[in-house]
């Protein structure tokens, strides 16, 4: 199996930044696309950023221009640099990602989640 684990998130004020990270550990063969999501409270889960195997980027058009995605495949790790914070960015960050690993002596690629971490931007 794969496990997904975050850190990074926190409390900040409007106008600051965070960054947070999401490392893949087990027995992994290749990660594909990975992603961060976000859930603000009563509203539905909705895609942030998407990074692909071979560095395309996709950004909803609410955090063009402040936030960023990378990865380091060393690592198996992606971030999400989040700069000008703005109260609507609070929420519960997921990472997502699609992974090509090894059990019981087969191979599969499925859909991995994070457990997430919370975002709170103050006004």
């Known amino acids: 199996q794969v496990q997904l684990v975050e850190s990074g998130g926190g409390l900040v004020q409007a106008g600051g930044s965070l960054r947070l990270s999401c490392a893949a550990s087990?027995?992994?063969?290749?990660?594909?696309?990975m992603g961060w999501y976000r859930q603000a409270p009563g509203k539905q889960r909705e895609l942030v950023a998407t990074i692909t195997s071979g560095g395309s980027t996709n950004y909803v058009d609410s955090v063009l221009g402040r936030f960023t995605i990378s990865r380091d495949n060393g690592k198996n790790t992606v971030y999400l640099q989040m700069n000008s914070l703005k109260p609507e960015d609070t929420g519960v960050y997921y990472c997502n990602t699609d992974v090509t690993y090894g059990e019981g002596g087969y191979i599969y690629t499925d859909d991995f989640w994070g457990q997430g971490t919370q975002v709170t931007v103050s006004s």
């Open positions: 087990g027995s992994i063969f290749r990660i594909n696309a």
